[in-house]
């Protein structure tokens, strides 16, 4: 894979897109364990987890600190560590996070230390409390850039679970003024695509921001009770754009003060129709001068345009789209005869090891329940959630999930982007993510696996085939980003084991991460 050599140029333009199925909740969350009882998968966790946030607009600070607490624990129950199985961890996670940060073509690479990025000491407290030692090559290009002044716009892409949102959340911290007149005022706001995304951002501003004394973060997304006419009180605003929107028109959301607007899974929020709309009404009701910032692990090259009219005269950090894989993904393709032989399958996945977390992607709400009622009804806990639940059992349930209550989530696309919960180490795709036209969605299969092999971590997915349709489809995603997907056989099942073994033992043997080229591209706006 060509090598990006960073690079200094030029910027660009765009504009948005809408809300969607982003927001009905969910579901039944069912204390959970995997299924089947073999093996395990590696115990990756180690650093901090930095999840998902608390409540709703009225909801109290303090309920908001301790749903956070709850919510941030990302699952790794003792039972889950040091387990025996298809594969023993071998190392420390510390110590492959360590190699794989002082190897020049991993993501995770940086020569710069956080100290040296010029942040406030508080706010280097806030990283020290997340254990993060190093900053990865994203925070460590897009940070300098962030914080120039005046400010600037910036569109930055980089893998999945390489900390995007640290960069972009770091940023707003070092701008908020907590002085007695603005103390009280909106000064940053985040847009993301779903609920749950953005109460984990919420969730990352406040353990970031956890020595900044006045430090509020407050979410907007919607709520069953909403208090009318409560004002938002907190610097920083997360929230999805229809909510926001909305509280910006009923004056609740005060935005003259504004002055970062941070769109993250950017490509998602001005690509949909509805949200991109809702994102470019919001963009209009902000002071002109602030500053856009754009991040997303993918921008396809039909909304590259449209974010460069979003954020002008961005500088902009890129990676070409065979250089978007991560690595520590290995990613596996199991061929089943029939539509029947998938679900079967999938119980024979399960049976086959005990895994840490796992995440089933589906296409429609419909498949999400009828796996969850036949998995359940077979002795397998499962949770689902997709977007005809509601917002409070939608976040009972990703709750849940992530402090490894339940370890098997059913979801439709809803949770494809930018939920990190560090125990999820298998990723599966009952059903490939398609473009409605009978052809691949690439961009919607790298977030959906991106659930797994988080900053650093071995993860695996495994993707269900049935049918020359989606053999094609799954072509097309191995030729879009050049990797080599391995062929799991149906019908013989110790191979499967076999298989499964040795491509996670070679993924951690290799933390040379030897592809080259997993560096950014940076145009100077
Ligand atoms: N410098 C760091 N050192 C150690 N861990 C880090 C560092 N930066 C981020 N992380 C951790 O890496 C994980 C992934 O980060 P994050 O969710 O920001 O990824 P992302 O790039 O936004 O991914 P996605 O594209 O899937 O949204 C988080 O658990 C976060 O706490």
Request: charged share 25%.
């Amino acid at each position: 894979m060509a090598s990006l050599e960073d690079r200094i140029s030029k910027p660009q333009k765009g504009q948005t897109a809408g809300d969607a199925e982003a927001f009905n909740g969910t579901n039944s969350a069912q204390p959970t364990s995997a299924a089947g009882e073999t093996g395990s998968w590696p115990d990756e966790t180690s650093a901090v987890d930095t999840n998902s946030g608390p409540s709703t607009v009225e909801a109290k600070a303090e309920e908001e600190m301790s749903s956070l607490s709850r919510a941030q624990t990302d699952g790794a129950s003792s039972e889950q560590r040091g387990t025996s199985g298809i594969y023993e961890p071998s190392y420390e996670v510390d110590v492959q996070l360590s190699d794989l940060q002082k190897d020049s073509g991993n993501p995770l690479h940086s020569i710069k230390s956080f100290e040296e990025l010029g942040l406030d000491e508080k706010i280097l407290q806030g990283i020290y409390q997340m254990r993060f030692t190093k900053p990865s090559k994203i925070q460590e290009k897009a940070l300098p850039l962030l914080l120039i002044n005046p400010p600037q716009n910036m569109i930055g892409q980089s893998q999945s679970g390489t900390g995007k949102t640290a960069a972009f959340v770091l940023n707003i911290l070092a701008r908020l003024d907590f002085s007695d007149s603005m103390v009280n005022k909106p000064q940053a706001m985040v847009l993301a695509p779903s609920r749950e995304l953005a109460r984990q951002i919420m969730g990352v501003c406040q353990v970031m921001g956890q020595a900044l004394d006045r430090l509020k973060v407050e979410a907007s997304i919607p709520v069953e009770k909403a208090e009318r006419g409560k004002q938002i009180t907190g610097q920083i605003v997360v929230g999805t754009p229809g909510t926001t929107m909305d509280l910006i028109r009923r004056r609740q959301l005060d935005a003259t003060n504004i002055k970062i607007l941070v769109l993250d899974e950017a490509d998602n929020m001005l690509d949909q129709q509805g949200l991109g709309d809702q994102c470019i009404r919001v963009k209009h009701l902000l002071p002109r001068n602030v500053q856009v910032v754009l991040f997303s692990a993918t921008f396809p090259d039909n909304v590259v345009e449209y974010a460069t009219k979003f954020a002008p005269s961005s500088n902009t950090i890129t990676l070409r789209h065979e250089e978007l894989t991560v690595d520590g993904i290995k990613q596996l393709y199991l061929d089943c005869p029939t539509e029947t032989d998938k679900y079967d399958s999938l119980i024979r996945l399960y049976g086959l090891m005990t895994i840490g977390s796992s995440i089933i992607f589906v296409r429609t709400r419909k498949t999400a329940l009828e796996i969850e009622r036949r998995m359940n009804e077979e002795g397998h806990t499962v949770a689902c959630l997709t977007g005809e639940f509601d917002g409070s059992q939608r976040d009972v349930i990703i709750d849940s999930f992530r402090c490894g209550h339940s370890k098997v989530l059913i979801a439709t696309n809803v949770l494809a982007r930018g939920i990190d919960v560090q125990t999820v180490s298998l990723v599966i795709n009952y059903d490939l993510p398609d473009d409605g036209r009978g052809h691949a969605d690439p961009q919607t299969y790298l977030h959906r696996i991106g659930r797994t092999g988080r900053f650093g971590r071995v993860g695996v997915s495994i993707s269900l085939i049935t049918g020359p349709q989606s053999y094609q489809m799954i072509k097309e995603i191995a030729d879009y980003f050049a990797v080599e997907m391995t062929s799991l056989p149906h019908d013989d099942w110790d191979k499967v084991e076999t298989i499964i073994k040795k491509v996670i033992k070679s993924s951690r043997a290799s933390a040379d991460y030897n592809k080259a080229g997993k560096s950014a591209e940076i145009n100077m706006g």
